[in-house]
Nanobody, 124 residues
Framework: QEPLVESGGGLVKAGGSLRISCRAT????????MAWFRQAPGKERDFVAG????????SYEDSVKGRFTISRNGAKNTVFLQMNSLYPEDTAVYYCATRPHEVVFRTLRDYPTWGRGIQVTVSS
């Protein structure tokens, strides 16, 4: 069973909105951080947003500030990424990841557990 399962991706027009979700299928989060990364074709996987599970502190990459919102539902072991005012440049595979510490880091190596990723495509 995959530890993290993403859902909600798809195709949306520029300026539109989309919400993607990541559900933990096993353990509860406790003092963990959850994050979303994304990878566009031919590019590296980059940090998008993260949240500390118990304290709710958030962190965003500059290009998504004011447009994306990360949140979590403890009862459902799920983290969400609400994406508004989408641009074609937001097109990527979005990955959910978790690390066993409360502080949100922005580097891939700090996250030992990953989902398989979900495609988000923004058409112009």
């Amino acid at each position: 069973q995959e530890p993290l399962v993403e859902s909600g991706g798809g195709l949306v027009k520029a300026g539109g909105s989309l919400r993607i979700s990541c559900r933990a299928t096993g353990r509860t989060f406790g003092r963990y951080a959850m994050a979303w990364f994304r990878q566009a074709p031919g590019k590296e996987r980059d940090f998008v947003a993260g949240i500390g599970w118990s304290n709710g502190s958030t962190s965003y990459e500059d290009s998504v500030k004011g447009r994306f919102t990360i949140s979590r539902n403890g009862a459902k072991n799920t983290v969400f990424l609400q994406m508004n005012s989408l641009y074609p440049e937001d097109t990527a595979v979005y990955y959910c990841a978790t690390r066993p510490h409360e502080v949100v880091f922005r580097t891939l190596r700090d996250y030992p557990t990953w989902g398989r990723g979900i495609q988000v495509t923004v058409s112009s």
